[in-house]
């Protein structure tokens, strides 16, 4: 039942943000907005189908799909060779009004995510397998959608007016919570400030200390994010970061 339910929520936070995609092309220099939930479905429902079966009650929050990772394989953080290890076959993507430099491809891309690449080798190297993983984190983007500018480059959400993003991040923030609700998750791991942000939002939390859900406590915390483009995530080889996201996750 968990699963359906998982699966349920992601379907009804796809059609709420294909509502938005019109209004958000040409916002912030996003001109192209394609939705993996939709295209990439067929990926991403195995994805839910292998991960909520787990009995995480932790959450890593991602920001949104990157045109290597998740727009290709339709898993956060999902590096095309990851998402085979974690177990998702590959199929035909649907039809979406793609960037042309930027083409789906799905799970015969070659190129590979360095963010996904990053944060999956370290899951795997903590927990063993994919079995053991999803008992121990269940992953989700808080934004399903893959925003690109006319050069290709990825857009994350905050970038875009916030006139224009009300609507799509009162979806994303509900889809949120009925994740936590339906996997009685006690805590939320924002993979990046911004990750954490919109968790404390979506909780009602302040700064520190826990949101709360129904009358219960969920704690909230912060990992580095495995960005090639951040200083931190590449500081003595990566093994900073490696350290980093482990102390967050293996705290008592």
């Known amino acids: 039942m968990t699963g359906q339910a998982v699966t349920e929520a992601a379907q009804k936070l796809s059609k709420a943000c294909d509502a938005q995609i019109k209004k958000l092309i040409g916002q912030g220099g996003a001109k192209f907005v394609t939705n993996p939930l939709d295209y990439a479905w067929v990926l991403h429902e195995q994805y839910l189908d292998i991960a909520a079966k787990g009995n995480a009650k932790t959450l890593l929050l991602g920001m949104n799909p990157g045109p290597w990772g998740m727009a290709q394989s339709g898993i956060p953080f999902g590096a ?71 050069t290709g480059a990825n857009i994350t959400p905050d970038k875009l007016p916030a006139a224009k993003t009300k609507a799509l991040l009162k979806a994303c923030d509900e889809h949120l919570l009925d994740v936590i609700r339906i996997k009685g998750i006690t805590r939320v791991i924002g993979v990046g400030k911004y990750a954490e942000k919109r968790a404390r939002l979506a909780l009602g939390a302040g700064k520190t200390g826990p949101g709360i859900i129904d009358g219960r406590e969920v704690a909230i915390d912060t990992c580095w994010h495995p960005s090639p483009a951040s200083p931190l995530a590449n500081r003595n080889n990566g093994e900073d970061l490696k350290a980093n996201i482990l102390s967050v996750l293996n705290q008592e």
């Open 80 to 150: 095309t060779d990851m998402a085979k290890k974690i177990g998702i076959k590959s199929k035909p993507l649907g039809e979406a009004k793609h960037h042309p430099k930027r083409p789906l491809i799905g799970l015969d891309l070659e190129r590979q995510e360095v963010s996904g690449t990053r944060i999956w080798n370290i899951l795997f190297e903590n927990y063993g397998d994919i079995t053991t993983i999803f008992d121990n984190v269940f992953l989700v983007n808080h934004c399903p959608l893959l925003l690109l500018s006319e």
